[in-house]
T-cell receptor
Framework: RKEVEQDPGPFNVPEGATVAFNCTYS??????FFWYRQDCRKEPKLLMS???SGNEDGRFTAQLNRASQYISLLIRDSKLSDSATYLC??????????FGPGTRLSVLP | SQTIHQWPATLVQPVGSPLSLECTVE??????LYWYRQAAGRGLQLLFY??????ISSEVPQNLSASRPQDRQFILSSKKLLLSDSGFYLC????????????FGPGTRLTVL
């Protein structure tokens, strides 16, 4: 079983839609969690950290369920500019970042 | 503010040639530094990380090596490139405080022919 798994995608959604990405991790000792976005042929950029209580940043909401070892990202009112690959990231000991394979999102006009 | 630089941005090299990719960070001291590789259509693979000058940890056995000659400089090298070394090489930095986020440089796109 892979350490971090994500929805295979791609997700093709119309502008204004709500889309949710799921991520599961295998190591129960995982301590920190992040979502990154990566545009085509660019470096990954931090989208948001994921806290135990859940957190929201504008149209983006991240949730963490430690018992189920599950992380989610919800995007509301999708914009064309949200088209990218979304990477789920889990850390075990602070320095050991494990990236999921990513889920590609295309927001269509 | 912190910035991270990588060069070159793109590189085309023949099989068997040497490689040297450089990464430098500004605006922070004593960062953790990382080298990743992303093959076309694939996820990120951690190659090396460093918690200080001269301290290198290797994650994957391969024909690549890394060095950290200065606090904010991280170099990825190879004596002889293989076709399978083609990919997008990304350098990242992280603050020393545990569980900090990582921030990536713009990357080097390497094609080995």
């Amino acid at each position: 079983r892979k350490e971090v798994e994500q929805d295979p995608g791609p997700f093709n959604v119309p502008e204004g839609a709500t889309v949710a990405f799921n991520c599961t991790y295998s190591n129960s000792a995982s301590q920190s969690f992040f979502w990154y976005r990566q545009d085509c042929r660019k470096e990954p950029k931090l989208l948001m950290s994921v806290y135990s209580s859940g957190n929201e940043d504008g149209r983006f909401t991240a949730q963490l369920n430690r018992a189920s070892q599950y992380i989610s990202l919800l995007i509301r009112d999708s914009k064309l500019s949200d088209s990218a690959t979304y990477l789920c990231v889990v850390t075990i000991y602070g320095q050991n970042f494990v990236f999921g394979p990513g889920t590609r999102l295309s927001v269509l006009p | 503010s912190q910035t991270i630089h990588q060069w070159p941005a793109t590189l085309v090299q023949p099989v068997g040639s040497p490689l040297s990719l450089e990464c430098t960070v500004e605006g922070t001291s004593n960062p953790n530094l990382y080298w990743y590789r992303q093959a076309a259509g694939r996820g990120l693979q951690l190659l090396f990380y460093s918690v200080g000058i001269g301290q290198i940890s290797s994650e994957v056995p391969q024909n690549l090596s890394a060095s950290r000659p200065q606090d904010r400089q991280f170099i990825l090298s190879s004596k002889k490139l293989l076709l399978s070394d083609s990919g997008f090489y990304l350098c990242a930095w992280q603050g020393q405080r545990s569980y900090n986020e990582q921030f990536f440089g713009p990357g080097t796109r390497l094609t080995v022919l």
